[in-house]
């Protein structure tokens, strides 16, 4: 009997004021394109509720982050990703203030994630979003020691994919990248009009991955996962490259999609086609 061939897993980290189920409806182009490739996605919701008061707290409702004025605690929310205000919205983590960059990972979320790797476990790789990729690179400095796991209830991830993510900023968790520097094979992708995580601190997290592991991948919007064909084929391709796992192909690959790496941004070549069938996040 032929044996049937086992899924390979990928974890996925929501960003802040949005929701598993949320990311996953944002994800749907990726999605579909990895699924194709053989994997499995998992979609965590973050432990800590984001309520409306708590955003009119943190952020009023005089401006927002990129200056623009606030008609609601949701438009902030929206800017996040969450584009429905009947969602609950969640983060990985909460800050006092929204100007300061002291705060807590808390132990709950830290059981969280754990409890769901042994149950959902393991992953060959790791992709999030904004604050979901900022824990995400954090964890993977030590990912197993972070989470009180195992070797055999989590072995070395493959990959990890950061879409608008950031090295935290919290002096207490500087020496993490430091003493421990990622190093498996990462992919950075940045929005060239993103107005909520900058060019910088996107580097920040890039520089904080091992050199000739680490690829930088632009695309011409903002502060989205892009769903198009032609972006997640890239993205795609270079899990393939990087795993080195060409059992099943996505639609319309090529040598050429794939990103290479390096120090330099590479550019996504059609505005159109990078916005075409995906929501903002």
Request: charged share 20%.
């Amino acid at each position: 009997m032929a044996s049937i061939a086992t899924k390979r897993k990928v974890l996925m980290l929501h960003g802040f004021t949005q929701s598993g189920q949320l990311f996953r409806s944002k994800t749907g182009g990726l999605r579909k394109n990895l699924t194709k490739l053989g994997f499995e996605l998992y979609y965590p919701t973050a432990p800590h509720l984001v309520t409306k008061a708590l955003l009119k707290r943190l952020y009023g409702t005089s401006e927002n982050i990129d200056g623009d004025p606030l008609k609601s605690p949701l438009d902030l929310a929206s800017k996040f990703g969450s584009s429905n205000s009947t969602d609950e919205i969640y983060g990985w983590y909460l800050k006092e203030d929204p100007h300061s960059a002291s705060f807590d990972i808390e132990t709950s979320t830290l059981t969280l994630l754990h409890d769901f790797v042994v149950e959902n476990g393991p992953f060959d790789g790791l992709i999030g979003f904004s604050q979901g990729a900022g824990f995400g690179g954090y964890l993977l400095t030590n990912f197993n020691e972070l989470l009180n796991l195992t070797k055999q209830e989590q072995p070395d991830f493959q990959f990890f994919i950061s879409y608008s993510g950031f090295k935290l900023d919290d002096i207490k968790y500087q020496e993490a990248y430091t003493r421990s520097p990622i190093s498996i094979p990462s992919l950075h992708v940045q929005g060239e009009l993103d107005t909520v995580v900058s060019e910088i601190r996107v580097m920040s997290l890039f520089n904080a991955c091992e050199g000739g592991k680490r690829t930088l991948l632009k695309h011409p919007g903002g502060h989205f996962v892009p769903n198009s064909k032609h972006f997640t084929v890239q993205v795609c391709n270079w899990i393939q490259t990087t795993t080195g796992n060409y059992t099943n192909t996505v639609d319309n690959a090529s040598a050429k999609d794939v990103p290479k790496e390096s120090m330099e941004p590479t550019f996504d070549d059609s505005f159109l086609d990078a916005i075409d069938s995906m929501g903002k996040i």
